[in-house]
């Protein structure tokens, strides 16, 4: 009897170890998964980062473009003269422009 109810503690003090044990587990588990410095947080990031830096690429070839173009503005009298007759729609004296509008039916 004596010895059954020490058997009987004992296995209730593991049971107990094995559920403080289990829910130690889960709060780590959470806290990896979930937490401001969790794994799930962590791959959004990275993910936002590569996004980051994809812009960052496109932003400075437009730069660079911008900037050649630019150069090209001041110092060529030829690239001035297709900006002006393209965008603004300028023309010599004596010249006649002729605009072609494309049929859109199918």
């Given at each position: 009897m004596i010895k059954e109810f020490f058997l009987s503690i004992k296995e209730d003090q593991k049971r107990r170890k094995r559920w403080i044990f289990g829910v130690i587990a889960i709060l780590v588990l959470y806290f990896v998964l979930f937490s401001d410095s969790g794994i799930i947080t962590r791959f959004s990031l990275e993910s936002e980062k590569a996004e980051?830096?994809?812009?960052?690429?496109?932003?400075?070839?437009?730069?660079?473009?911008?900037?050649?173009?630019?150069?090209?503005?001041?110092?060529?009298?030829?690239?001035?003269?297709?900006?002006?007759?393209?965008?603004?729609?300028?023309?010599?004296?004596?010249e006649t422009i002729y605009i072609i509008e494309e049929n859109k039916q199918k």
């Open positions: 980051l830096k994809e812009k960052i690429t496109k932003a400075k070839m437009k730069s660079d473009s911008l900037k050649q173009s630019i150069e090209e503005l001041k110092t060529s009298d030829l690239e001035i003269e297709r900006v002006a007759r393209e965008k603004y729609g300028m023309k010599k004296k004596g």
